[in-house]
């Protein structure tokens, strides 16, 4: 079990790799380096494995809070106990402190960091593979996750930050570490050309294993960017050969779309979701204990985790479900009550004391504050909409609605009524509101649909207007600078800005 831990420990620290006149390089024999360890197919493997790894703490921690708290889907609900958690609340507030297009925001270092770490390890196997001979589908393979993980992450830079660094080699050293900002096109283009390379190369869902990307995920993520770019054909002709692979289907329950904390995994609606594990090797999550309202009881939170050891907590509460969210969903859809479950805390002081919280994550685990659910990042039910969305905007309205209503039968709702574009247009918005509830999708949603003015703004007015609403007790109320900083784009890293010239 040792060498199985070892890519990951050595990619974790950084590479090793020579400079100047090799005969000057010396490696201690027990040192693992990038001129000791790429010998092998396995080591490769090792390596690939390596690169999924910061995505188990992006999902956990980060994700959530810049890409789904920072809409109107979620909020937060100050305990005045615990005390406050400025960087994430700013963030829920669109309150983030930015200065000549920087933040000092932690959340938002975090997240680039993460993407960069995953990029740096797939730069360093797209390096070196092809210097190692083994098996040539298995090499493509290989090679496909690594631009398929490169791509991925910088399409969440791009859509956070609008400028990032593009780099496409290992950094050897401090010298070539700063390099350029990109701009959006020169970032999209590489994407492309990635997500391109690792459809060719990797396994279709029935050869891939369980919990690896295929090439239908980089098919998904190249759709994602045609959307994005508002290039609505070739998004078609992709979501479409997704369609007709045979390989994907909507899980007859949405409840079962989702995985339990141990099983259920990576099921025939999943084109890519993030792998976790219960238990102390280290791999779980925690991510319904970050969102439970609080403080909570051990005998209020037991019916929500049902481990045999509840606790109670009184962290900050976050990414709770808004009015406007609940209000959304039409009725008798039945996603309503499989995402959104309340809770009554004794020890609250909002009024009613009653919230609601994210029922589609709170998996029954053994494990008080360890779970072992999987994050689900692209779905089957996103290709229908997405493929939706892209015959509408070809001014196919009819042909849409065959795509929406297999999403809406399941919820067990009636077939649309919109029949012109425009009204197509907004019920597709919406419906991707209610069945993506909760997967990071909403901030990107009005980021590319250029509605972010307009939806939060609005959303801002509510929130000031009726704090109490929105989970405020009565004496208290957003701070003074809510809802003032409405932007696409987040600032980049104060830290990495004080490391480069370029920004």
């Known amino acids: 079990m040792k060498t199985k831990y070892i890519a990951a420990w050595v990619l974790a620290a950084g590479l ?3 400079c100047g006149d090799k005969f000057l390089t010396v490696n201690p024999e027990t040192a693992l380096t990038s001129n000791n360890f790429f010998t092998s197919e396995s080591d490769f493997k090792q390596a690939v494995n390596a690169a999924y790894e910061p995505f188990r703490q992006m999902y956990n921690e980060r994700a959530w809070v810049l890409e789904e708290m920072h809409s109107d ?3 937060y609900a100050r305990n005045t106990l615990y005390g406050a958690v400025d960087p994430t609340e700013n963030v829920a507030d669109f309150a983030v402190p930015t200065a000549n297009g920087v933040t000092a925001n932690d959340n938002v270092l975090v997240q680039y960091r993460l993407n960069y770490r995953i990029i740096a390890r797939a730069n360093q196997i797209l390096a070196l593979i092809d210097g190692v001979d083994f098996d040539a589908v298995s090499k493509a393979n290989l090679k496909g996750q690594a631009f398929f993980l490169r791509a991925f992450c910088y399409f969440d830079l791009i859509r956070l930050f609008g400028k990032v660094p593009l780099h496409l080699v290992p950094v050897t050293g401090r010298d070539d570490a700063p390099v350029p900002l990109s701009s959006t096109e020169e970032v999209y283009a590489q994407i492309e050309k ?3 390379e690792a459809a060719a190369g990797l396994f279709d869902k029935a050869k891939q294993e369980p919990g690896r990307v295929t090439s239908a995920t980089a098919k998904m993520l190249l759709a994602n960017l045609y959307i994005t770019q508002k290039k609505w054909p070739a998004a078609e002709t992709l979501l479409k050969e997704i369609e007709s692979s045979g390989q994907y289907a909507l899980m007859p329950d949405y409840n079962d779309a989702f995985s339990t904390t141990s099983g259920n995994k990576n099921n025939k609606e999943s084109l890519f979701e993030i792998q976790y594990m219960e238990g102390s090797a280290g791999y779980n999550g925690n991510q319904i204990y970050r969102f439970i309202p609080s403080p909570i009881t051990a005998t209020e939170i037991a019916p929500i985790t049902g481990t045999s050891n509840p606790q109670g907590t009184s962290q900050e509460s976050n990414n709770i479900p808004t009015p406007d969210l609940i209000a959304a969903y039409e009725t008798g859809d039945k996603r309503k009550d499989i995402s959104i479950g309340y809770v009554t805390l004794s020890g609250s002081r909002v009024q009613n004391k009653t919230y609601p919280y994210i029922k589609k994550y709170a998996r029954t685990h053994s494990l008080h504050n360890n779970t072992g659910q999987n994050w689900p990042v692209y779905r089957y039910a996103e290709v229908l909409l997405f493929l939706a969305e892209s015959l509408n905007e070809q001014g196919k309205p ?3 609605a065959a795509y929406l209503n297999q999403v809406r039968t ?6 649309t009524k919109a029949a012109s574009q425009a009204d197509m247009r907004e019920a597709i918005f919406k419906e ?7 997967e990071n999708k909403r901030w990107f949603d009005l980021t590319r649909t250029g509605r972010v003015q307009e939806i939060i703004g609005a ?4 929130v000031k207007a009726n704090p109490q609403a929105y989970y405020f007790p009565a004496d208290a109320v957003p701070p003074s600078n809510a809802f003032t900083v409405l932007d696409d784009y987040y600032g980049l890293p104060a830290v990495e800005a004080a490391l480069t010239p370029h920004f």
Request: without cysteine; charged residues 30%; positive net charge.
């Open 16 to 18: 090793v790799t020579g």
């Open 398 to 400: 009819a042909d849409a």
């Open 73 to 75: 889907n979620t909020y």
């Open 432 to 438: 991707r509101r209610v069945e993506l509830a909760f």
């Open 410 to 415: 399941r919820a067990g709702l009636a077939a």
């Open 459 to 462: 959303y801002g007015a509510r």
């Open 194 to 196: 990635d997500a391109k």
